[in-house]
């Protein structure tokens, strides 16, 4: 069987090796002239870990990853901790998989490194694709038509395989503007340099940091409620000053990170909210991870959940006659990313509520909590 990927990120480099492991032949499509450094800090979770453990990629991910230890809930203003969650070699230990950070590029090098020795050929970089039809026909900038006995539409939150195949409702504006930085970890002093990884929450406000590429670089993404900017492009540049703005109130750490970061290194986009799609298979084609269901990042599942995807799909695909396997590859997937979706947005409207104080007390109802961690794609029942 062959199959089209639209898409070379995450999870479509994760599906293109997953089919080969299982003895199909993908052939993925990506727009940019090279996979390069797209993005920035990446969280892989236990519940994602397995399925990169299982394709034999768990030790290059551990190496190129950092353990964060404990993460601290602070108060933005102060700075006081609120609360501790353990993300140490003792998770790991109860998961059975990884738990780390990585500079988003790096684990596309990982991915692509494999999938390179595993199915020479099989990436084709450059490759714009204007639309596809329902019977597998993929069709390119320039004139190229392609077809395949299935094709796989991993082409992110603007996909043009979910515009062209699956009726969707416009994305709503959610009302907050996110910046994501990085910063050379050893540019940070004092309060900056002394914070450890996690969250500092406050009113319409929430500051996520952790470091990549062994320490010597800090990721941010800093949350906003505002309506001034409904830009969603992932690589609208920014300043220090523009952001500085919005946390005029906010400790000495926070600001700090921001007043050390490269200004080549910031960017915003605005944050949409997307309902759950109705069906994700239209005759030969599916989709899968931000195509099929794109979620506010507050959970750190996006990149999670669609390397599941990529393993339910490739088993579904290696053990069920087609039209059989999207049918059980959507049953399978649909109701937890959903839910994901729904107790993402939650979860950042707790994190930047009015009461910070809270975060303290209770339960969080975060990715732990939930349960997500121990879900397996591996062994799944399909």
Avoid at 10 to 38: C, D, F, K
Avoid at 77 to 94: I, N, P, Y
Avoid at 257 to 281: D, G, I, Q
Avoid at 304 to 313: G, N, P, Q, S, Y
Wanted: with cysteine; charged share 20%.
């Amino acid at each position: 069987m062959r199959v089209a990927i639209i898409g070379g990120g995450i999870g479509g480099l994760t599906a293109a090796l997953a089919l080969a492991a299982h003895g199909l032949e993908p052939l993925v499509l990506e727009q940019a002239p090279a996979l390069g450094e797209v993005g920035a800090g990446i969280t892989i979770s236990p519940n994602a870990g397995r399925v990169l453990d299982w394709l034999g990629l768990g030790d290059a991910v551990r190496a190129a990853g950092v353990l964060p230890g404990t993460q601290h809930i602070r108060d933005l203003a102060t700075g006081r901790t609120l609360r501790t969650l353990a993300r140490d070699s003792d998770l790991e230990a109860r998961h059975g998989a990884p738990y780390r950070h990585l500079h988003r590029a790096d684990l596309v090098a990982i991915l692509a490194d494999a999938l390179g020795a595993r199915a020479p050929g099989a990436i084709r970089t450059g490759s714009r694709v204007t639309a596809v039809t329902a019977d597998g026909e993929v069709r390119l900038e320039g004139g190229t038509r392609l077809s395949a006995d299935a094709v796989v539409g991993a082409d992110g939150v603007r996909s043009v395989v979910r515009q062209g195949l699956f009726a969707s409702a416009p994305p709503q504006f959610t009302g907050q503007v996110a910046w994501r930085g990085l910063v050379p970890t050893a540019a940070l002093a004092g309060a900056a340099a002394a914070d450890p990884p996690g969250i500092h929450v406050g009113p319409g406000r929430l500051v996520l940091r952790y470091p990549v590429r062994g320490g010597t670089l800090t990721n941010y993404a800093i949350f906003v409620e505002t309506d001034a900017w409904t830009e969603e492009s992932w690589s609208t540049p920014s300043t220090r000053e523009e952001l500085l703005a919005h946390l005029p109130d906010a400790c000495e750490g926070v600001r700090g990170l921001v007043e050390a970061t490269p200004e080549p290194w910031l960017f915003k986009w605005a944050l949409f909210a997307r309902e759950p799609l109705a069906t994700w298979v239209a005759g030969r084609v599916t989709l899968l991870g931000d195509a099929a269901h794109a979620m506010l990042p507050f959970m750190g599942q996006g990149a999670a959940t669609a390397i599941e995807d990529a393993m339910v799909l490739a088993r579904a695909l290696a053990d069920f006659p087609l039209a059989e396997a999207l049918a059980r590859y959507e049953a399978a997937r649909r109701e937890r990313t959903a839910m994901v979706q729904l107790q993402s947005r939650l979860l950042g409207l707790r994190f930047q509520g009015r009461d910070p104080e809270s975060l303290g007390r209770g339960p969080l109802r975060n990715e732990e909590e939930l349960g997500l961690f121990v879900y397996d794609a591996v062994t799944v029942p399909l």
